[in-house]
C-alpha cells in the first residue's frame, strides 16, 4: 500500500495533483494545514492529523464528519512535530512506500526535521521520500541504483546525515569515487550528475541523505 503524507509547507498543487492521479489506491494522510491543498484539488484523505492550528477552520470542518476519515487531534505544546506523527502513523498502518508532500519550504527547521525523521521509515526497510517540484529527497544506509531517465533531476548531491559515510564507492557518475570516507561537514558530495543509464552508490556504513534535484 502507497501512502501519501501532504504537509504544511510548500505544495505545488500541480505536482500533488500530477502524483495522486498517476497512483491509485493511495493511502492519504494530510498533515494540518496540508489538508487545505487537498481541499482545492477535491482529494478527500483517509486521515488528518495534527494540532490543527494552521489549518482553515472552515476546510477542517468540511472534511470533520465525513466517516470515512479519521481524525488524530493533538495538543500544540507535544514533543513531536506534525509529520513525524504522521510519517510514524504510515509505518504503523503498514505502508510499503511513503511519498511526503509539503515537506519544504520557508521554514528551515522544519525541511531539516522532516529530512531527519526519515530515519523512521529507513529503519523499518520502508521507502521513503521527499517531493517537491525540483527535488527528491531520501536517505539510504546501504546500496542503490539510480535510472537516469527515471532521476527526478539532473543534479545528484550526496550529505552525510551521520558523522562518515565509510566505503563510499560511486559508479555510473560524473564524480566518481572508491572506498571514499565522506565525513559530515564536507560539500564534496554537492552537484553530481549520472552519466551511465545506471548509477551505483555503494557504502559499508553510515546514513547519507540523497537529493535528486532539477536545478
Do not use: W
Not at 490543527?52 to 505544546?77: F, G, M, R
Not at 510499503?96 to 527547521?109: C, P
Not at 525540483?134 to 535510472?147: R, T
Amino acid at each position: 500500500m502507497n501512502c501519501l503524507i501532504v504537509t504544511g509547507g510548500d505544495v505545488c498543487l500541480d505536482l500533488l495533483n500530477e502524483y495522486y492521479n498517476d497512483n491509485k489506491d493511495l493511502l492519504v494522510i494530510a498533515v494540518d494545514k496540508g489538508l487545505e491543498s487537498l481541499y482545492s484539488l477535491n482529494i478527500v484523505p483517509n486521515h488528518i492529523v495534527g494540532d490543527l492550528d494552521s489549518v482553515n477552520a472552515t476546510i477542517l470542518k468540511h472534511y470533520q464528519n465525513n466517516p470515512q476519515i479519521t481524525i488524530h487531534k493533538y495538543i500544540p505544546e507535544k514533543d513531536y512535530t506534525d509529520t513525524d506523527i504522521a510519517l510514524k502513523l504510515a509505518i504503523k498502518l503498514a505502508a510499503s512506500n511513503i511519498t511526503i508532500i509539503g515537506a519544504t519550504g520557508t521554514r528551515i527547521d522544519h525541511m531539516l526535521a522532516n529530512i531527519h525523521v526519515l530515519t523512521y521509515a529507513l529503519d523499518s526497510k520502508i521507502p521513503c521520500h521527499i517531493l517537491d517540484s525540483n527535488n527528491k529527497i531520501y536517505l539510504i544506509n546501504d546500496s542503490a541504483k539510480l535510472n537516469k531517465d527515471e532521476a527526478h533531476g539532473k543534479y545528484i548531491s550526496l550529505i552525510p546525515l551521520t558523522t562518515s559515510i565509510e566505503g563510499l564507492t560511486l559508479k555510473g557518475f560524473k564524480y566518481p569515487l572508491n572506498n571514499y570516507c565522506l565525513t559530515i561537514g564536507k560539500s564534496l558530495g554537492i552537484s553530481n550528475e549520472i552519466i551511465q543509464d545506471i548509477a551505483t552508490i555503494d557504502l559499508k556504513s553510515g546514513t547519507l541523505i540523497v537529493i535528486e534535484s532539477k536545478d
